[in-house]
């Protein structure tokens, strides 16, 4: 069973930066397409960025230029590398995982907080 563990959440000021990592035991990610969802207090949660097995990428249109998704096969996890963080961003950010031709996200991680504030 594919366990996903996010990382990397924390207090940030508006401008700075966090790198949150989504680390995978129990079956190798390379097979799975990868999302970063995220939801904040009285919101439902959105789509931030996902990565296929063939590395494409897409992102939300509120972080496209900020943000950037990537995955290391080698180490088993997928990364969101955050710059330029508003406190809009302000979330719990999940990573989930759906199986090649699956046509949705059947594993979750727990979420780690992000918050952006002066």
């Known amino acids: 069973q594919l366990q996903l563990v996010e990382s990397g959440g924390g207090l940030v000021q508006p401008g700075g930066s966090l790198r949150l990592s989504c680390a995978a035991s129990?079956?190798?990610?390379?097979?799975?397409?990868i999302g970063w969802f995220r939801q904040a207090p009285g919101k439902e949660r959105e789509g931030v960025s996902c990565?296929?097995?063939?590395?494409?990428?897409s992102y939300a249109d509120s972080v496209k230029g900020r943000f950037t998704i990537s995955r290391d096969n080698a180490k088993n996890t997928v990364f969101l590398q955050m710059n330029s963080l508003k406190p809009e961003d302000t979330a719990v950010y999940y990573c989930?995982?759906?199986?090649?031709?699956?046509?949705?996200?059947?594993?979750w991680g727990q979420g780690t907080q992000v918050t952006v504030s002066s």
């Open positions: 989930a995982a759906a199986p090649s031709a699956s046509g949705g996200y059947k594993y």
């Open positions: 129990g079956d190798t990610l390379d097979y799975y397409d």
């Open positions: 990565i296929n097995s063939n590395e494409h990428t």
